[in-house]
């Protein structure tokens, strides 16, 4: 038996976030120049707590360790603050101070899951997905953050490696950012596989992955001007693939910025009655195998639902784009946080499910590892009883 460790388990996640680094990103844009009161390290660990335990508001979170005063240094955290200071510290601390600790811990994070099956796909690449979710937001608050219809709103933009769902880039725009510019902030890594719907066809930028080797996976438009110039009649029709083609843009400006053979794969989704038009610059995996490629997109949408649900970003917690920035990031750290924590644990529950059990036990005592092992063995014991039962 795993015996109680004494400490607060918000203290014990706290062991598994480096404070040296922190205060190097810190150093690094010399953020606690002049701050008496609350410095960067306890202005991250204010937010992480309101991470982890779903809180809505600075003022909740501000109001949360003012009741528990007496418990904030066992938890942790050196003191607890007003709303106001919280909120000016969100509005002046340079945003990068947390973007570079988030950048870090993708570093830490993403080499644990490398070897991460994903689902129906048997090659060895790196397999990115790419994407952005829109927060809506009133434009009387957030005056820079312009959305489409004189509306207000942000994009998340996420570059989210498959094995794992580990997101590996982060930019944050306003809403009127269009997708494909994300393109231009990636830094392609050869023979890396990136799958990206329509929104991203942009000629010029799939040629630049092209040209340093990797590949892409996207969604051909249906004005897409092209000559066949090759086309692979050994297919199965019953595996829902309609055509292979090798191809050549035939547009009078996408042929310049796309001047080499692209392959168009067709497949019919029975599942939604819909034909689906695959552009790659793949030629080595079959024609299935980029219609199974483009299937596992669904990874990021999936992703994007679960930080919606289960961390604070739809209600952000100040109106600058700093703030927006610095509550972003808080989030994401929170997140890539929790997957070193159940790599390091070496629990079988998600990501999803050990946030459900942290953020209510923040002020336990129990062992973390006792914590999470106890739910994992009565989770096997019940999938023991329903499969003998079954």
């Keep these: 038996m795993i015996m109680n460790s004494g400490k607060y388990v918000f203290a014990q996640l706290l062991q598994f976030v480096n404070k040296y680094e922190f205060k190097k990103c810190v150093n690094r844009y010399n953020g606690d120049h002049r701050i008496r009161n609350l410095n960067c390290w306890n202005q991250f660990l204010q937010l992480f707590f309101g991470q982890l335990t779903s809180l809505n508001s600075l003022r909740d979170i501000c109001l949360c360790l003012k009741v528990h005063k007496k418990k904030?240094?066992?938890?942790?955290?050196?003191q607890h603050v007003e709303q106001s200071t919280l909120s000016r510290a969100n509005e002046n601390r340079n945003w990068h101070i947390f973007a570079d600790f988030g950048e870090y811990?993708?570093?830490?994070?993403?080499?644990?899951?490398?070897?991460?099956?994903?689902s129906n796909i048997d090659i060895d690449n790196d397999v990115f997905a790419l994407d952005s979710t829109t927060i809506s937001l009133s434009i009387k608050l957030f005056q820079w953050a312009h959305g489409k219809y004189s509306r207000g709103a942000i994009k998340v933009h996420t570059l989210l490696d498959l094995r794992g769902s580990i997101p590996t880039f982060i930019l944050i725009t306003d809403g009127k950012y269009h997708d494909s510019n994300a393109l231009d902030e990636i830094i392609p890594v050869p023979n890396a596989i990136y799958l990206m719907d329509k929104a991203y066809v942009d000629f010029l930028a799939l040629y630049n992955i092209h040209k340093v080797g990797a590949y892409f996976v996207t969604r051909a438009k249906i004005s897409l001007n092209y000559i066949e110039i090759e086309r692979n009649f050994n297919i199965d029709d019953s595996s829902g693939l309609r055509s292979d083609k090798t191809i050549k843009l035939n547009g009078y400006k996408s042929k310049k910025l796309y001047p080499e053979n692209l392959r168009l794969v067709e497949y019919y989704d029975q599942e939604k009655a819909l034909l689906l038009v695959f552009l790659t610059n793949n030629f080595d995996v079959s024609a299935l195998e980029v219609a199974r490629l483009y299937k596992n997109r669904w990874q990021i949408e999936m992703f994007f639902k679960w930080i919606k649900q289960n961390l604070t970003i739809k209600r952000l917690w100040g109106h600058s784009e700093n703030a927006v920035n610095i509550h972003i990031w808080v989030a994401i750290c929170t997140?890539?946080?929790?997957a070193y924590i159940k790599h390091s644990l070496k629990t079988n529950l998600?990501?999803?499910?050990?946030?459900?059990?942290?953020?209510?036990?923040?002020?336990?005592?129990?062992s973390v590892k006792e914590l999470l092992t106890e739910v994992q063995v009565n989770q096997n014991v019940k999938e023991q009883y329903d499969l003998f039962y079954d």
């Design 72 to 78: 904030l240094y066992h938890l942790g955290i050196n």
């Design 105 to 118: 811990l993708i570093k830490l994070v993403r080499p644990l899951y490398q070897d991460t099956s994903i």
């Design 335 to 338: 997140y890539l946080i929790v």
């Design 350 to 366: 998600s990501v999803y499910e050990i946030m459900q059990i942290l953020g209510i036990s923040a002020f336990d005592k129990t």
